[in-house]
């Protein structure tokens, strides 16, 4: 299995809603990411997960807050959202980079958000 | 610091003509480079990486990508266009090791005409 698999496709949310993403891998990757993406704009990291703990976090506003269960599973709980966070989430993995190998994404296809 | 800048935000090629899409790098060392290409409304796909091995490095799809550390440039290639090819196409840059942030470039459309 070489794949991110990232549910729902599309999500329709009001400003009041408490929503969430989902994102599954089961390559045996230990760090995994959520990006944001405008559209006709590269995608933004939000943030990282290493060994299921946070190690990165791009200053993301609260209303955001990601939850890393297990070694092969992301979530992204949403709540008060506003319409500008309208985007696609995109989730990725990597293998651990050793000290002598590049940190290759493998990307999900992405959740399109709306926020109403 | 590590940027990456590519020089078209638009290319437009007739299907069965060469495809060149250009990108630049800085870094203070020798980084990793890669190409993602992303269809409307999908993820983004891993073309190609070039990590200090061969500097010219072939992908998939029959895309390739040139080295060249003199020009600071890893430019991406292909032979023939087809229709399936048009896409957005990122550069990234990222560091040799660990999972710190990779630098996307703002990305080019390529649009392939009949």
């Known amino acids: 299995d070489t794949e991110v698999t990232q549910t729902p496709k599309h999500l329709v949310m009001g400003m009041t809603n408490k929503k969430s993403l989902k994102c599954e891998q089961h390559?045996?990757?230990?760090?995994m990411y959520w990006y944001k993406q405008k559209a006709k704009k590269p995608p933004e990291l939000m943030f990282v997960?290493?060994?299921?703990?946070?190690?990165i976090n791009e200053s993301v506003p609260s209303r955001f807050s990601p939850e890393c269960p297990n070694s092969s599973l992301l979530n992204l709980h949403l709540h008060a959202l506003q319409p500008e966070d309208s985007a696609l989430y995109l989730c990725?993995?990597?293998?651990?980079?050793?000290?002598?190998?590049?940190?290759?994404?493998?990307f999900g296809a992405g959740s399109r958000l709306t926020v109403l | 610091a590590q940027s990456v800048t590519q020089l078209d935000s638009h290319v437009s090629v007739s299907e069965g003509t060469p495809v060149l899409l250009r990108c630049n790098y800085s870094s203070s060392y020798s980084p990793s480079l890669f190409w993602y290409v992303q269809h409307p409304n999908k993820g983004l796909q891993l073309l190609l990486k070039?990590?200090?091995?061969?500097?010219l490095v072939k992908g998939i799809n029959g895309f390739e990508a040139e080295f060249k550390k003199s020009e600071t440039s890893f430019h991406l290639t292909k032979p023939s266009a087809h229709m399936s090819d048009a896409a957005e196409y990122f550069c990234v840059v990222s560091p040799r090791a660990g999972f710190q942030k990779l630098v996307f470039g703002t990305g080019t459309r390529l649009l392939v005409s009949p």
């Open positions: 997960y290493s060994y299921e703990k946070l190690s």
């Open positions: 990725a993995s990597s293998q651990e980079a050793s000290s002598s190998g590049a940190n290759v994404l493998t």
């Open positions: 390559m045996g990757h230990r760090a």
């Open positions: 070039y990590t200090s091995a061969a500097t």
